[in-house]
């Protein structure tokens, strides 16, 4: 039960973390199925990044280009400065008074080990 919590906290900051991947480096979207199991522990479904990179592709935040890699043609996704945006918009609401909050929540937890 605590497991589904920690993964269903982890599913709501999925996409946060797919654009913040991206504003590192532009990456195919299994790399960014990679790059967020290394670092959350969480396994991302492609169900979900692929439509969200459509989504974004859409509103203009990606733009997506073919790279040859051997026989085969891989997608890569980077941000756009819309995309750059949208990523500070969501770094400014986490600046915001939810900062303290999780920060708060982070640090009562490491005291308790």
Do not use: C
Not at 25 to 50: A, C, N, W
Not at 69 to 90: A, C, F, M, Q, W
Request: charged residues 30%; proline residues 4%; glycine residues 8%.
């Amino acid at each position: 039960m605590v497991k589904d919590f920690i993964y269903a906290f982890i599913r709501g900051l999925n996409r946060p973390i797919i654009l913040w991947l991206l504003s590192v480096e532009h990456r195919s979207g299994y790399e960014l199925i990679k790059e967020f199991r290394r670092l959350t522990g969480q396994k991302l479904k492609p169900g979900i990044v692929y439509p969200f990179l459509h989504q974004l592709e859409k509103g203009d935040f990606v733009v997506s280009n073919w790279i040859k890699k051997g026989r085969r043609k891989v997608r890569y996704y980077s941000l756009t400065k819309r995309g750059e945006n949208l990523l500070d918009g969501i770094r400014n609401f986490f600046n915001m008074p939810i900062r303290e909050l999780i920060t708060d929540l982070l640090a009562k937890e490491s005291e308790t080990n």
